[in-house]
């Protein structure tokens, strides 16, 4: 069987690998790189060399989820990651002194924490078990009432900068989704999560090194698919032509509407309920948007702004230099910019739950698939891996590498 997979982000690759000597395939990628939203800048500073990541960035150091799973069949070990504290330091625009500061190794005693963070933690411990997916976050702070300055400028405000959306709109995100977030907040010891050494891109080229009855076309976009006798025809943008029998959409909502072929109508329904905002990043060397006090530091530096939270990532903790890399899709960008890039980020509304649903009774019909981590979860990597394993369990039961991730 030959299977073809568009799109070589994460989800794409992942399907490829696991379906890789059971069947054949091609992927057609649109840029001239893989890796999708994984993409690194390799770059020298303060005389250290490093990757330094533009889009996705790292995953929970939880040995058991899919992403730990994956790198443990690629060979990725304790040489090629880095875990690092995911503390946070929440400011408002306009003021200099922060509102809350996590705990952070070697952070000195004498700083404080801010003054909301005890109301943070209050009303973090406050709240019972984890309510369903369609529960919106709303739902959750009503019948706590938290202050407008907690509620803004902490709560809403990291899934704020998360999902790229307006502050007043994170009530209306999963509740789940935001509370997986706001997870060690105010903690008195900070989370870990885990950091590629060498980029998140290099986890798509240790993917792509492994395949071995899988083609890779860059360069190759995906004009339109058409209906064959026995599977369909992917038509690139020079009108190449490659026959396939199953087809797998590893892009986004939009891009998969407008490539769905007229026999097949129905999955647009769900898929057009999936709105995502563009979120602008810089990578660069000037701590703009930081605390004046080094000490006040923390990896990820949260600033709630006219409306909208941006977050400012210093990449101390897993590089060891002074590089950030920040969103700046709504206030001035840094002095010393080294490079840059947008992504399209998902809303994660309780809508979005409802259109996962659909589009899940759709999966696998006329030999259509969808990947990508729109379709299982809240837009994290471990939902691109997860979305990859339920798809290629369809196409290919036999792999012997389905065995070594976890069932979705």
Same mark, same amino acid.
């Given at each position: 069987?030959?299977?073809?997979? /568009?799109? *070589?982000?994460?989800?794409?690759?992942? @399907?490829?690998?696991?379906?890789?000597?059971?069947?054949?395939?091609?992927?057609?990628?649109?840029?001239?790189?893989?890796?999708?939203?994984?993409?690194?800048?390799?770059?020298?500073?303060?005389?250290?060399? +490093?990757?330094?990541?533009?889009? @996705?960035?790292?995953?929970?150091?939880?040995?058991?989820?899919?992403?730990?799973?994956?790198?443990?069949?690629?060979?990725?070990?304790?040489?090629?990651?880095?875990?690092?504290?995911?503390?946070?330091?929440?400011?408002?625009?306009?003021?200099?002194?922060?509102?809350? %500061?996590?705990?952070?190794?070697? $952070?000195?005693?004498?700083?404080?924490?801010?003054?909301? #963070?005890?109301?943070?933690?209050?009303?973090?411990?406050?709240?019972?078990?984890?309510?369903?997916?369609?529960?919106?976050?709303?739902?959750?702070?009503?019948?706590?009432?938290?202050?407008?300055?907690?509620?803004?400028?902490?709560?809403?405000?990291?899934?704020?900068?998360?999902?790229?959306?307006?502050?007043?709109? /994170?009530?209306?995100?999963?509740?789940?989704?935001?509370?997986?977030?706001?997870?060690?907040? *105010?903690?008195?010891? =900070?989370?870990?999560?885990?950091?590629?050494?060498?980029?998140?891109?290099?986890?798509?080229?240790?993917?792509? *090194?492994?395949?071995?009855?899988?083609?890779? #076309?860059?360069?190759?976009?995906?004009?339109?698919?058409?209906?064959? #006798? !026995?599977?369909?025809?992917?038509?690139?943008?020079?009108?190449?032509?490659?026959?396939?029998?199953?087809?797998?959409?590893?892009?986004?909502?939009? @891009?998969?509407? #407008?490539?769905?072929?007229?026999? %097949?109508?129905?999955?647009?329904?769900?898929?057009?309920?999936?709105?995502?905002?563009?979120? $602008?990043?810089?990578?660069?060397?000037?701590?703009?948007?930081?605390?004046? !006090?080094?000490?006040?530091?923390?990896?990820?530096? /949260?600033?709630?702004?006219?409306?909208?939270?941006?977050?400012?990532?210093?990449?101390?903790?897993?590089? +060891?230099?002074?590089?950030?890399?920040?969103?700046?899709?709504?206030? =001035?960008?840094?002095?010393?910019?080294?490079? @840059?890039?947008?992504?399209?980020?998902?809303?994660?509304?309780?809508?979005? %739950?409802?259109?996962? $649903?659909?589009?899940?009774?759709?999966?696998?019909?006329? +030999?259509?698939?969808?990947?990508?981590?729109?379709?299982?979860?809240?837009?994290?990597?471990?939902?691109?891996?997860?979305? *990859?394993?339920?798809?290629?369990?369809?196409?290919?039961?036999?792999?012997?590498?389905?065995?070594?991730?976890?069932?979705?």
């Amino acid at each position: 069987m030959r299977v073809g997979i /568009v799109g *070589a982000g994460i989800s794409g690759l992942v @399907t490829a690998w696991l379906v890789d000597g059971r069947c054949d395939a091609v992927v057609l990628e649109a840029r001239s790189r893989v890796g999708g939203n994984a993409r690194s800048v390799a770059g020298w500073a303060a005389g250290v060399p +490093g990757a330094f990541d533009l889009g @996705t960035q790292e995953v929970a150091a939880d040995d058991s989820g899919p992403h730990a799973a994956l790198l443990a069949a690629l060979g990725v070990d304790g040489r090629h990651v880095v875990d690092v504290p995911s503390s946070h330091t929440f400011t408002a625009g306009g003021t200099t002194a922060p509102l809350l %500061v996590d705990d952070h190794p070697g $952070r000195p005693a004498h700083v404080g924490r801010g003054p909301l #963070r005890e109301r943070v933690r209050a009303f973090l411990d406050g709240m019972g078990p984890t309510p369903d997916r369609d529960v919106p976050f709303g739902a959750v702070l009503a019948p706590l009432s938290p202050a407008p300055a907690v509620r803004d400028h902490v709560l809403c405000a990291l899934p704020a900068s998360l999902f790229g959306c307006p502050v007043a709109e /994170v009530p209306r995100l999963s509740a789940p989704v935001v509370l997986a977030y706001l997870h060690g907040v *105010a903690d008195d010891t =900070a989370p870990r999560v885990r950091v590629l050494r060498g980029g998140m891109e290099s986890l798509a080229w240790a993917l792509a *090194a492994q395949l071995t009855s899988t083609e890779i #076309r860059t360069d190759a976009e995906v004009d339109r698919v058409e209906p064959a #006798r !026995d599977g369909y025809v992917l038509v690139d943008a020079a009108g190449r032509r490659c026959a396939v029998d199953q087809v797998v959409l590893a892009v986004p909502p939009p @891009t998969a509407v #407008r490539l769905l072929p007229a026999s %097949v109508p129905g999955p647009a329904v769900p898929l057009r309920r999936f709105t995502s905002r563009p979120v $602008r990043y810089a990578l660069h060397l000037d701590p703009a948007y930081l605390p004046g !006090d080094r000490a006040l530091w923390s990896t990820h530096n /949260v600033v709630a702004h006219d409306g909208w939270a941006e977050t400012s990532t210093w990449c101390g903790p897993s590089h +060891g230099v002074d590089v950030f890399k920040s969103q700046i899709t709504h206030r =001035a960008p840094p002095r010393r910019v080294l490079a @840059t890039s947008t992504f399209q980020a998902l809303t994660p509304t309780t809508d979005v %739950v409802d259109a996962q $649903r659909e589009l899940a009774a759709w999966q696998g019909r006329e +030999g259509l698939h969808f990947a990508g981590h729109h379709t299982t979860g809240p837009g994290d990597q471990d939902s691109a891996i997860a979305s *990859a394993v339920a798809v290629a369990r369809r196409i290919a039961p036999g792999s012997t590498r389905l065995r070594s991730l976890p069932a979705p």
